[in-house]
């Protein structure tokens, strides 16, 4: 009978997502977490100057809640420069798991299998990874300078990319390969599929896949222990991505030096929020209450992975959030229509960023925001972001100018 009243609530909270979308956009922003300034009188504008970069065309009601909750990583002090590897796998190197000889495995068993180079400065790992139960890719680019035999270790940013991406994305759409070149950094792009970078809670149950074990632990302990990387990280994302980066910085405290925002969800209660998400994540062959459970019966769950909920976890660490409004702006194509996708979907990622901001506050932790005016959710604003960005990351987690 539970069950039978579990699938009704499902396909009754599936139906309302389907209709309320639209009546999204009529949800203004009021403005809580700071005025959004006119285009070029944000903070930090004075940092895009002339080196912005041109547009890239491409070559993301309560009740207590049931089942399992995903708990709060606490195994790392906040301030501190984030977990290090303190005992070397089981696997041998390249004997176990069929992993590459001589490369070491990460704690859980994940392996790389492959490593393809396209020149001197990017890879591409598949890495074999219980927590996803699949092989999956991760592109790494590593500075001018670096050698596999070397013991120096590399400060490291890791770039998230949105929904409906791959780990191509950055490289693809963006000029970040030639940016990370004139520094000393290693830039880590891992896979995150449609995962919604969580370990998805699956009706309570848990398991695969697992994508925040995946990110924060397999990914890290393998780039760390056979590519140089350091324990001195930022991260940054796009969209969904940016969700992910700002709320693996709040679920591990201390991981992450800095923390940068573009165009992210950022307050995933916020009224019409929750719809919002599981209207994104319907799509063939995925059931939207998998991910973080129903917004109702488990609220605690989506409470555990939001982003504002959380925000308190955030004190030490530099964080950065930008958005547009969703009008038409300078780096939109021309006969863009006013209804497009990428208009309507900015104007709730700023009311939602502006809750987060406000949320931060509140709870004592800084915020730099460039909410810029007119914009979509679309690359052109990202790179312009990363770019304005760009120093202030490399300067918080040490990266020196190459």
């Known amino acids: 009978m539970r069950k039978r009243t579990e699938r009704k609530l499902a396909v009754t909270a599936v139906a309302v997502v389907a209709a309320v979308p639209t009546a999204l956009v009529l949800i203004p922003w009021d403005g809580s977490g700071g005025s959004q300034p006119a285009a070029g009188t944000a903070p930090m504008a004075e940092q895009a100057a002339a080196g912005d970069p041109k547009p890239v065309k491409s070559s993301g009601l309560p009740s207590p809640a049931q089942g399992k909750v995903s708990k709060l990583p606490t195994a790392n ?109 290693i ?7 449609n995962g919604s970078y969580t370990d998805w809670y699956n009706g309570g149950r848990g398991g695969s896949p697992r994508w925040e074990t995946f990110h924060t632990a397999e990914v890290r302990q393998l780039v760390e222990r056979n590519l140089h990387a350091g324990s001195s990280r930022a991260v940054m994302g796009i969209s969904s991505g940016a969700q992910g980066a700002v709320t693996y910085a709040a679920r591990h405290p201390g991981m992450f030096r800095y923390a ?14 929750p719809a919002l998400l599981m209207y994104i994540n319907t799509r063939p062959g995925t059931n939207p209450m998998d991910i973080w459970g129903d917004p109702w019966t488990a609220r605690s769950n989506w409470a555990a992975h939001d982003p504002a909920s959380l925000a308190r ?74 770019h304005k960005t760009w120093a202030e990351m490399m300067a918080s987690i040490g990266a020196k100018r190459a």
């Open 77 to 185: 002090p906040t301030g501190s420069p984030g977990p290090t590897p303190t005992w070397l796998p089981t696997n041998p190197p390249g004997g176990g798991n069929g992993g590459l000889k001589n490369w070491q495995a990460a704690d859980d068993g994940a392996v790389v299998t492959a490593a393809k180079w396209a020149g001197k400065n990017q890879v591409d790992l598949s890495v074999k990874s219980p927590a996803l139960a699949s092989v999956r890719k991760v592109r790494v680019l590593v500075p001018n300078g670096w050698k596999s035999k070397s013991t120096q270790e590399w400060p490291a940013l890791y770039a998230l990319h949105g929904g409906n991406d791959t780990y191509v994305s950055w490289t693809r759409s963006t000029d970040i390969a030639k940016v990370a070149r004139q520094w000393g950094v």
């Open 187 to 193: 830039v880590v792009m891992p896979e995150g599929s």
């Open 260 to 273: 940068a925002s573009y165009s992210g969800v950022l307050s995933m209660l916020s009224p019409g929020i």
């Open 313 to 386: 976890r955030l004190r030490g660490t530099t964080l950065f959030v930008s958005a547009g409004n969703g009008s038409k702006g300078p780096l939109d194509k021309p006969g863009k229509a006013p209804w497009d996708i990428g208009y309507l979907s900015e104007t709730q990622v700023l009311r939602s960023s502006g809750d987060f901001v406000s949320s931060a506050r509140k709870s004592g932790v800084p915020v730099q925001t460039d909410f810029y005016g007119a914009g979509s959710h679309s690359w052109p604003y990202w790179q312009r972001e990363m």
